[in-house]
């Protein structure tokens, strides 16, 4: 079998967003997903073999970090990309200095961050018709 080169690294913002689009919204227009302050983020992909296979987020203010728009394509989801991306998040977290990183996560995919040390909160919303919960996590 042969085995798959894997890189992760920092990427431009609009090179998240056919990704973005793609897989958590695409039945909206593409200006759905691009996010205000998309500029001032720091920008994850993992590429498979070159190909930009997931991406996240994140945004620092205060000594906290917010990562959104984390999304896998659908095709490669159950094959751990999306858990060493978010694990690389957290180790970049590390670097930073953060206090903690939290995240609006779809309340379905609540037990996913759950395994990452992530912890519910009491603060729930719904956009788009999908419920979210409030996650986050200290870091050390």
């Known amino acids: 079998m042969k085995k798959l080169n894997i890189k992760i690294s920092q990427i431009n913002y609009d090179q998240t967003w ?3 689009h793609k897989v958590m ?3 909206k227009p593409l200006d759905y997903i691009k996010l205000e302050n998309d500029e001032s ?17 994140l945004f620092i203010n205060d000594g906290i970090g917010q990562f959104r728009k984390f999304a896998t394509e659908e095709k ?3 094959k751990g990309y999306g858990s060493r991306l978010l694990n690389f998040l957290f180790k970049e977290a590390q670097k930073q200095n953060l206090k903690e990183v939290w995240c609006n996560a779809r309340v379905d995919k609540a037990p996913f961050y759950q395994k990452f040390g992530m912890q519910t909160t009491d ?4 956009k788009g018709g999908i419920n979210y919960v409030i996650m986050n996590r200290n870091i050390k």
Do not use: A, C, I, M
Request: no cysteine; proline share 7%; net charge negative.
């Open 76 to 78: 490669e989801q159950g």
């Open 123 to 126: 603060k729930q919303f719904n």
């Open 25 to 27: 919204w695409p039945d």
């Open 18 to 20: 056919p990704l973005r």
């Open 41 to 57: 983020g720091l920008h994850y992909g993992l590429f498979v073999g070159g190909e930009l296979t997931s991406v996240v987020s």
